[in-house]
Structure formats: C-alpha cells, structure tokens
C-alpha cells in the first residue's frame, strides 16, 4: 500500500511542475513559387472595370492557407508596373500582391532568379508595392543601409519570434545596380548572416533558398551541402524553390531540424507534367516555457500536402484556380472532362511517388474543408440539338445543355 504522506507529496511536485511550465504552439505553412506568366496575367484581367483581379484564382486555397497562423511565399515576379509581362522577364500587377495578402500569406521572400527581370526600377518598386500594403518581405533590398536593419527580418506570432533569411543562386545573369542588393548564396555571407540571426535570440531560423537544378526532381549535391552548412550554423527550417517540380523532404528528429529541398510551382502556367502543381509543407512548433523564463523549441510535427493548378480550357481567356487536392478528390463538377481528370489523377501519384522518400514527414492529416458546388436543372429535353447560334446566346445568360444520352438533354443554371 502505497503511504498517503507520499502519495500526497508526489501529488504536489507533479502540480507545481505542471503550474510552472508554460506549452505554446504555431502553424507554419510556406509554399513554392508565385509566377504569372501571360496567359495568367491575360486571365486575371477584367474588360469590364479594366484591372485585374485575382480571386477566382486564390479562391480554393485560400483557406488552407488562412488556416496557417504564418504562412510564407516565394514571390517569383517583380512588381514593376506596366507593361505587364510574363516569362522571361516577369512583372506582375499590383493585384497579385493585394490577393497573396488576402489569401493569408504574411511573408514573401523576393531573392531568385527574377528578382532583377527589371532592373533597379523593378526591384525597388517591388519593395515599395510591399511596403505599402504593410505585407513583409525579405532577400532584396535598395541599399546596405535598409538590409543592414533590416536583415534578417525578424517577425513575431504567437509568442514566437523568427529570424527569415532569403538566398538565390543567381539573377539570370542581369547585374544588380548599385546601390541595390539581392542576396546571393554566399556561404562566408550566409554564416555571418546566420551568426547575426542567433544573435536576435529568436525562436526558430528559417532559411528560404532558391536553389538547384530546373525539373530535377532529386536535390544536388550543392543544395544538400548549403542545407547542412545552415543547420550547422543554427538554421532549424531550411526551405526550397526554383526547380519548378517538387523534391523530397526531410525532418531529422533528433536534431529538431526540417529540409524541404523544392516545394515546385505554387501557381504558374506551366502545364506540362510534374510542373502544373507543388507541395504545401507545414511545420508545427512547441515552445515549452519554464517558470524561470528558460524555453524550448522544438518541431512537433511536419506534414506535406498537395496543390495543383487547374486550367479552364474553355474560358476565354482561359482561368486558373488552385486546387488543394485533399478537397478535390473526390470532386465530380469542377473537373469535367477526361482530360483534366487524368493530369489532376498524374499530379497526385506522381508527387505521392516521390514523396514515399520524404524522411519523417507523411502526407498532412488535416480534414479538408467543405467545398460545394450546385446546379439546377431546369428541365429536360428530347428535342434535337438547337442551332449553334441559340446554344451560344443560352449559353451567355449561364444556362449549359448536358447530354444524358444520344437524345435526352438537362437544361442548367451554371455551377454556383
């Protein structure tokens, strides 16, 4: 039998370490590449009120990602204003931004290969257009001045405090313009950078690199070397882009580290396979606070899940929408055509393929989100097909003709 003056002294140490320790945690989530290449740019403008619009495109995504307490972007455009252009050299509208901060991202990193696609104009209006919407940035900078305060950005949430640097391999050969900066990947820059961000005594470093070989879907030697040089020197989450596919990821638990080597396209108009979608990654961390003001932090769990770039070929101009695949599954409206099933059904067990590699990071559980789409018949015909000219004018008031069999037809309002 236990002795109840023991019991009673257990009962009270177990209550005061309870009391004295204080457990917070965060949502990460951080996604590949933005791009706007023509025919996005083309899609996303409006006749009617002659701007550009964006929130049909973001409209699916969108709460998975404000679901994220921060979620962080790779912004691969510049915001240099008219003439709006895609690839080569990219500048997008305004409205990109405006729905990326909508959607929920609360950081974009700005250093890659496109930073300079407009030279000295595009790179500081860029940071202007951010700056103003208040939407936080980091990896290119006007001058030393505002990078040497600036950098590494340092962001709060939560009780969490991160330190964010941002490196690109290159800037596709433009030259930067004095005194302008975009941060190159440097390993003698990148330790000091990485000794200042211990210095800041945040929560977590996160490093966002662009990196590697275009449509290799395996990390090189190089990105494996730079990815352990900043763990070694304090990084705790070392994120990917640039290849345009996704790579495998990796968390070391005992090391409390995660690598994700390319998360792929978030949105582009790349449609060819594996580049007409890309990896979400999340990252949960725990910061155990003692009641001497002594914490730890440590990543409670990493998960990927996927997104893909749906392409409406019968729009004109043709539309695009990002679909998370754990809500379009099962989806019977939105994807119609055999077509566009099997590159949505290629997507999926291509990236599910490749990441049976993935070290300790499995495909995310979250429960998808409701999505619903309705439609109502308004009634049902044997007739023979109308003339051409009569479909299309039903057609431009939102009524569709679906054929049930060779001689029966529904009448329909549009899906809403």
Not at 2 to 14: E, H, P, T
Not at 111 to 134: F, P, Q, W, Y
Not at 267 to 284: H, K
Not at 374 to 401: C, E, H, M, Q, V
């Amino acid at each position: 039998m236990i002795n109840r003056g023991i019991l009673l002294f257990v009962l009270i140490i177990m209550a005061h370490f309870a009391m004295s320790q204080d457990t917070t945690r965060v949502s990460l989530l951080f996604v590949g590449d933005v791009m706007q290449h023509d025919s996005q740019i083309r899609a996303a403008y409006d006749p009617i009120s002659k701007s550009y619009d964006y929130s049909a495109c973001f409209q699916y995504v969108k709460p998975v990602i404000q679901s994220a307490d921060v979620a962080i972007a790779n912004l691969e455009v510049t915001l240099a204003g008219p003439p709006y252009k895609g690839y080569p050299q990219f500048s997008a509208p305004d409205q990109l931004a405006e729905e990326l901060k909508a959607s929920g991202f609360d950081v974009l990193v700005t250093a890659n290969n496109h930073s300079l696609d407009r030279r000295k104009k595009g790179l500081e209006r860029t940071i202007d257009v951010l700056d103003t919407m208040n939407l936080l940035h980091t990896g290119t900078f006007k001058d030393s001045v505002s990078r040497e305060s600036l950098y590494p950005l340092v962001f709060e949430k939560k009780g969490f405090r991160f330190s964010l640097l941002n490196y690109t391999y290159g800037t596709n050969g433009i030259p930067v313009t004095k005194p302008n900066i975009v941060n190159l990947i440097d390993t003698v820059q990148i330790k000091s950078d990485l000794a200042k961000a211990r210095a800041q005594q945040t929560d977590a470093i996160i490093v966002f690199m662009h990196w590697g070989a275009e449509y290799q879907d395996t990390p090189n030697r190089s990105q494996k070397q730079i990815a352990q040089l900043c763990i070694e020197n304090g990084a705790m989450l070392v994120i990917g882009a640039h290849p345009h596919v996704v790579q495998p990821m990796e968390r070391d638990t005992l090391k409390n580290t995660l690598v994700a080597y390319s998360l792929g396209n978030f949105v582009s108009g790349q449609q060819s396979r594996y580049r007409d979608g890309g990896a979400m990654v999340w990252g949960e961390l725990e910061k155990l606070r003692t009641v001497d003001s002594i914490s730890s932090v440590k990543i409670k769990k990493a998960s990927y899940e996927l997104e893909w770039v749906y392409r409406d070929n019968e729009s004109s101009p043709k539309k695009y929408f990002i679909l998370p695949v754990k809500e379009f599954e099962a989806d019977t409206l939105l994807l119609t055509t055999a077509s566009e099933k099997s590159m949505f059904k290629v997507f999926k067990e291509d990236s599910r393929k490749l990441f049976l590699k993935n070290k300790n990071i499995p495909e995310s559980d979250r429960v998808p989100f409701e999505t619903s789409f309705y439609k109502i018949i308004l009634t049902t015909s044997l007739d023979s097909i109308p003339a051409t000219d009569s479909t299309s004018t039903l057609s431009f008031y939102g009524i569709n003709r679906e054929q049930v069999n060779d001689s029966l037809f529904n009448w329909t309002t549009g899906k809403f």
